[in-house]
C-alpha cells in the first residue's frame, strides 16, 4: 500500500465527512482526539493481528508493526508499516502522519478493499457508508484494558453503518456488520484495539473478525 493510497482514503474517510460531529462520534473521539500527538520521538508500535469465522479454520493470528521512524519540530511524523509474515507479508511507507494514528486508515481500507473483492467492486459504497457513520452518535462505553500488569481506562466504541442502509440488501451478509475502536489515552499511540465483526443476519453466528491489539511500544 503506496503513501498515494493512504492520502485518497484519508481525503475519503475524512475530508467528505463534512458535517460537524457532535462530542459521541467516531471523527471526535478517533480521528480528532490527537492520538498520535504525544509520540515525539521514533518509536516502534507493535500490534497482534487476529482473524477468525467460519472460513478461517485455524484462527489465523500475525503482527503489525507500525514504525514512526521521524518526528520533525512541528509533529509531522514519518510512518512506515511491516504486516503479517511470510508470504503474507507487507511492507509499505512513508506515510505522512501527525496527530492522528494512521493505523486507523491502515485498517479500513484493507476492510474496504476485501469487501470490494468479495462483491466485484462495491468498495466505493461501502467506504461511503462508514464514512457517514462516523459522524453519527457512537455506541460508547467506559471499559478498562490490561498493559502487562497495569489496567487502563479505556472506551469502546462501535458503530454499525449497514444496518439502516436499505441498500444493503444488494449485499446481505454484511448488514449487521460492527466496527469496534477501542480509544486509551495512556496507550502508547491512543489505540488499543481495532476489530471488524460480520454475523450472520440469519443465526448471528460469526463469518468473520479481524482485530488489532496493542502489544507494545518501544523507541
Known sequence: ??????RRLAVALLLGAAAPAAADTVTHRVFDAGLLAGVQQPTLFRYRYEMQGQAVNPPFTSHIEMDVREVADDGQKA???????????????????QDQNPLVLVFLQRDVTQMAN?????????QQQIRKA????????AIEVEIGDRKL????????????DPSIERFPKFKDKAYEFVVAPDVPGGIYRLASRTPDP???????????TFEEARP
Open 153 to 164: 481506562p479505556a472506551s469502546r466504541l462501535v458503530i454499525r453503518p449497514f444496518q439502516n
Open 202 to 212: 440469519a443465526d448471528g453466528h460469526l463469518i468473520l473478525e479481524e482485530s488489532v
Open 118 to 126: 468479495l462483491t466485484g467492486g462495491a468498495g466505493v459504497y461501502f
Open 79 to 97: 510512518v512506515y508499516f511491516d504486516m503479517f509474515e511470510g508470504p503474507n507479508r507487507r511492507q509499505f511507507g512513508p506515510t505522512t502522519a
Open 1 to 6: 500500500m503506496k503513501l498515494a493510497v493512504l
Open 134 to 141: 462516523f459522524n453519527d452518535p457512537v455506541e460508547a462505553e
